[in-house]
Each structure stands twice: as structure tokens, then as C-alpha cells.
């Protein structure tokens, strides 16, 4: 669910190694040799930040603030907050303006849309098309997105209600994200 981060914790790899980042969230179950090595790679990678992320003490307690109310989907509201956090202040911690990381990192997957797994392969020119990872800069763009999301839940959860968290415990979510943040970032250059 945290694309932006997916694409961006990897660093300088190749075309292949992003596209398998990308497309981490929309691959279940053994690998095997359904995809080129380096796609595979791009895969484990993405589970493995995914592991670390679920395992850092900051995360639990960035999601300790949205389990009363969102119960197992704490996780992926979790994942959206953190890419709003990083979209945010990407320049800062990206180094340059995000559409300039967006537009390189679409023109390096771009030709390689045929390669993309499942659902993602008709999802890819939406994220792209749409600007969905920039409007994750904006609570508003959150909200949409988590809108979005519960429908695809068979219960509908209503995880937009959640962006409020953004506001009302923003100071607190946004430190545990600065615990978080370099932590990560040195695990997914490793």
C-alpha cells in the first residue's frame, strides 16, 4: 500500500529491481521462477522492508494510535500515513522536488508496464496517470485514497475516517515517523 516508499527505499537499481518493488504488494505466495531474477529480487526486497516496517518499534506504535478504531486495518493505514510523511517532505528527505523522483522512476517502469503483475499492470497508468502518489502529500489525497481502498473490502470499512489522525495526533505520528524513517532507509540500501 506505501508504493512511494517502495519505489524510493531501494535507491539507484535497476528497471527491473523497481518494477519488482512496485509490484511487492500485488504477489502472494512463493516465488519460484515466475519472474526474471531481477524482478524476483525487487519482490524479496519489498518483503523484506515490509518485515522490518512491521517489526520496528516506532511502526507499533504509530499503528497503536489507529487500532482502537481500525482494528487489522491499522496496518494499511499505517502504510498510507507513512507515505503521506515522506511524500510531505520529500525534498527533504529525498533530496529533490518529488515529481522529479515520479517522473524519472515512471519513465524507468514505463517500458516495462507489460511486465507488471496481475492487477497491477491495469492499476500502473492510473497511479501514474492520476498523480496518485503526489496527492499523498495532502491529507486530502489520503482520504481519497483510503476512501478508494474500502471499497475494495468486502465490509467497506470507512478507513478514510482514519486521515483525522493526520490532524489530531499529526505531532505524535509524525515523530514516531522520524524514529521510523532512517532506520528504514538504512535497512533497504544494505
Same mark, same amino acid.
Given at each position: 500500500m506505501n508504493h512511494l516508499a517502495h519505489l524510493f527505499l531501494p535507491g539507484d537499481v535497476s528497471a527491473e529491481r523497481l518494477v519488482g518493488n512496485l509490484a511487492g504488494d500485488f504477489v502472494k505466495g512463493r516465488l519460484g521462477e515466475r519472474f526474471d531474477a531481477e524482478v524476483r529480487a525487487g519482490i524479496e526486497q519489498h518483503r523484506r522492508i515490509d518485515a522490518f516496517t512491521d517489526?520496528?518499534?516506532?511502526?507499533?506504535?504509530?499503528?497503536?494510535?489507529?487500532?482502537?478504531?481500525?482494528?487489522?486495518? /491499522? =496496518?494499511?493505514?499505517?502504510?498510507?500515513?507513512?507515505?503521506h510523511f515522506?511524500?510531505?517532505?520529500? %525534498?527533504?528527505?529525498?533530496?529533490e522536488p518529488l515529481h522529479h523522483?515520479?517522473?524519472?522512476?515512471?519513465?524507468?517502469? $514505463?517500458?516495462?508496464?507489460? $511486465?507488471?503483475?496481475? /492487477?497491477?499492470?491495469?492499476?500502473?497508468?492510473?497511479?501514474? $496517470?492520476?498523480?496518485?502518489?503526489?496527492?499523498?502529500? %495532502?491529507?486530502?489525497?489520503?482520504?481519497? /485514497?483510503?476512501?478508494?481502498m474500502s471499497r475494495r473490502f468486502s465490509r467497506h470499512p470507512h478507513l478514510e475516517t482514519a486521515t483525522r489522525h493526520l490532524i489530531?495526533? =499529526?505531532? %505524535?505520528?509524525?515523530?514516531?515517523? $522520524? %524514529?521510523?524513517?532512517p532506520d528504514v532507509l538504512e535497512y533497504a540500501r544494505r
Open positions: 517489526s520496528h518499534p516506532a511502526v507499533a506504535a504509530f499503528r497503536r494510535v489507529l487500532i482502537p478504531e481500525h482494528g487489522h486495518y /491499522a =496496518r494499511v493505514i499505517a502504510d498510507m500515513f507513512l507515505d515522506l511524500a510531505a517532505r520529500f %525534498e527533504e528527505l529525498g533530496g523522483f515520479l517522473a524519472r522512476t515512471f519513465a524507468t517502469i $514505463d517500458p516495462h508496464q507489460e $511486465d507488471l503483475p496481475g /492487477a497491477l499492470r491495469q492499476l500502473y497508468p492510473r497511479i501514474r $496517470d492520476e498523480r496518485w502518489l503526489e496527492s499523498y502529500r %495532502e491529507v486530502s489525497g489520503i482520504h481519497l /485514497a483510503l476512501t478508494n489530531e495526533s =499529526r505531532r %505524535e505520528l509524525e515523530r514516531r515517523f $522520524d %524514529e521510523f524513517f
